[in-house]
């Protein structure tokens, strides 16, 4: 099956820091989110992200389908920005489900 | 629309006992999906509706578990006779792929924690 590989597997910075977090996937894919899991457990959807770049505030993702991986930009982080990062793809060959990366976890610290 | 919602958010039970989540998707969306999550790890698919019919189950789904959307609704995923194995996050998520597009964005609920002592 389809591996998501997530680096870094763990990401401490101090508040207002920049950092850039990589998925990369062995095959194609139809779709790819990132998502952020807070402390609680909660996962939000941050992008849909299957090709190309978005931007949401201090967040933007870059997707390069063709070489097979996606970049999550954090910009001036702040502590409510920690927790874990996950990528999850739909793969071409098996769409209608999402398989998760192995994500970053992300500590912000004042 | 208040979004994905799951329950109960925590439910302890002792080995060997059933239970029972509940998952209350997005009205308009007609996929449903569970995953599941175990400490430190990502969520891992179990399976997924469309509408009332169940599409496609994962090896991870044992004869102990059973996922039903009679309605095409709201959703249950029982666990008959737990094991401490079976301790971990139960995930519930919905979606309405669109049908111009191809876009299939997961909404993802709060999540239901069991624990099996």
């Known amino acids: 099956g389809i591996q998501v590989e997530q680096s870094p597997p763990d990401l401490i910075l101090q508040e207002g820091a920049n950092s850039t977090l990589r998925c990369n996937f062995s095959?194609?894919?139809?779709?790819l989110q990132w998502f952020h899991q807070n402390p609680w457990g909660q996962l939000i959807n941050l992008f849909y992200?299957?090709?190309g770049t978005k931007q949401n505030g201090r967040l933007s993702a870059t997707t390069v389908a063709t070489e097979r991986y996606s970049l999550l930009y954090i910009s001036s982080s702040q502590t409510t920005d920690s927790g874990v990062y996950f990528c999850?793809?739909?793969?071409?060959?098996?769409?209608?489900?999402?398989?998760f990366g192995t994500g970053t976890r992300l500590q912000v610290f004042p | 629309d208040t979004g994905v919602s799951q329950n109960p958010r925590h439910k302890i039970t002792k080995r060997g006992q059933n239970v029972t989540f509940r998952c209350d998707p997005i009205?308009?969306?007609?996929?449903l999906y569970w995953y599941r999550q175990t400490l430190g790890q990502g969520p891992e698919f179990l399976t997924y509706?469309?509408?009332?019919?169940?599409?496609?189950k994962s090896r991870l789904l044992s004869d102990r578990f059973s996922a039903e959307r009679p309605k095409g609704s709201f959703s249950t995923l029982e666990i008959q006779r737990t094991e401490q194995g079976d301790s971990a996050m139960y995930l519930c998520?919905?979606?309405?792929?669109?049908?111009?597009?191809?876009?299939?964005?997961?909404?993802f609920g709060a999540g239901s924690r069991l624990t099996v002592l």
């Open positions: 999850a793809v739909e793969p071409l060959w098996n769409t209608d489900k999402l398989i």
């Open positions: 095959d194609s894919v139809n779709n």
């Open positions: 509706f469309q509408n009332e019919a169940q599409l496609e």
């Open positions: 992200i299957p090709s």
């Open positions: 009205s308009e969306h007609n996929r």
């Open positions: 998520a919905s979606s309405l792929r669109d049908r111009v597009s191809g876009a299939n964005v997961l909404t």
